[in-house]
Nanobody
Framework: VRLVESGGGLVQAGGSLRLSCTTS????????MGWFRQAPGKEREFVSS????????LYGDSVRGRFTISRNRGASAIDLQMNSLESEDKGVYYC?????????????????WGQGIQVTVSS
């Protein structure tokens, strides 16, 4: 499965960005999908996940209330609306497809990954 992220870039602190992820495999519509990020010198961390039908959503503690994941039922694509961005949000954001239909925080539950897209937040 090939995943392609888009929408990253440079934004000022307090601003917004919207990331999108599309997959090459329509069967991914039956799988949960998620976003992770990795800042320089840090481990990759969970950002958000959404179930196959968009009905269940999970968020990391640091982004809850500021980020919103979305997915149309039956779609093999997801978006991440990021508001009130902070300098700590900068990093490479990765889209991933889970092995099951259930939203999940665990990186080990994801089987396909995108190449990542850079998000830079200037203070």
């Amino acid at each position: 499965v090939r995943l392609v992220e888009s929408g990253g870039g440079l934004v000022q602190a307090g601003g917004s960005l919207r990331l999108s992820c599309t997959t090459s495999d329509r069967t991914s519509s039956n799988n949960a999908m998620g976003w992770f990020r990795q800042a320089p010198g840090k481990e990759r961390e969970f950002v958000s996940s959404v179930s196959w039908n968009g009905g269940n959503k999970l968020y990391g503690d640091s982004v809850r209330g500021r980020f919103t994941i979305s997915r149309n039922r039956g779609a093999s694509a997801i978006d991440l609306q990021m508001n009130s961005l902070e300098s700590e949000d900068k990093g490479v954001y990765y889209c991933a497809v889970a092995r099951s239909s259930i939203a999940t925080r665990s990186e080990t539950n994801y089987v396909s990954w995108g190449q990542g897209i850079q998000v830079t937040v200037s203070s």
